[in-house]
């Protein structure tokens, strides 16, 4: 579904790195992708505001909530960071809040450190059904910190699926972190810079 946004990326992501030796991440990645959504005729709403709101990023012209995300490939899974869960007291809470998908899709500019240790720009943009993340229907277990100030001590919450591992890290502001399997993602473009 999003194949035709590849080209526009690339060519922003050149652009980039003729200006910039680090990754394209953050609000950088939104507005490549915004100036992409419109190139390719989807539109998008997305203003370079600052705006860290939980869920979409930018909506298009026929209403497509994404979410960016950058990413890191680590052998056949892509992590991406989420919400912030701090404002949800118990782990109940913090899972009927994830049961709403706050986006249609979750579009990932990842990376693999590998690559990028040996110079080589390359970057991998994932696209993610958030239905398939129903973090609400897993069984979930209490983590033990192996070290630091929660040495032994409870530090999250983690749930292990077919597809997908999820964590929630109380230390970073119960923070949630997935990784998915690649397999398992909607569609995996590489794209190659330099």
């Not at 970057?123 to 192996?146: A, C, M, R, S």
């Not at 964590?167 to 990784?179: A, H, R, V, Y």
Request: net charge neutral.
């Amino acid at each position: 579904m999003f194949e035709s946004l590849v080209p526009y990326i690339k060519e922003s992501l050149t652009k980039h790195h003729e200006l910039y030796t680090g990754k394209c991440k953050a609000e950088y990645w939104e507005e490549n992708l915004a100036y992409a959504l419109r190139q390719a005729g989807y539109g998008s709403d997305w203003k370079p505001d600052c705006n860290h709101k939980s869920g979409a990023d930018q909506t298009t012209d026929c209403g497509i909530r994404i979410s960016n995300k950058s990413g890191s490939i680590v052998r056949d899974v892509v992590g991406i960071s989420g919400s912030r869960l701090t404002g949800h007291g118990t782990l109940q809470e913090k899972l009927e809040f994830l049961s709403v998908p706050k986006e249609d899709y979750i579009l990932s500019l990842a990376t693999e450190k590998g690559n990028w240790g040996k110079g080589k720009k390359i970057y991998y943009f994932i696209v993610i059904d958030p239905k398939k993340l129903n973090y609400h229907e897993h069984e979930w277990f209490e983590t033990i910190g192996q070290k630091g100030s929660l040495k032994d001590k409870p530090n999250g919450w983690k749930m292990i699926s077919e597809n997908y591992i999820a964590t929630i890290t109380k230390k970073m502001s119960d923070q949630l972190w997935t990784g998915v399997k690649l397999d398992a993602c909607e569609e995996i473009h590489d794209i190659v810079i330099g």
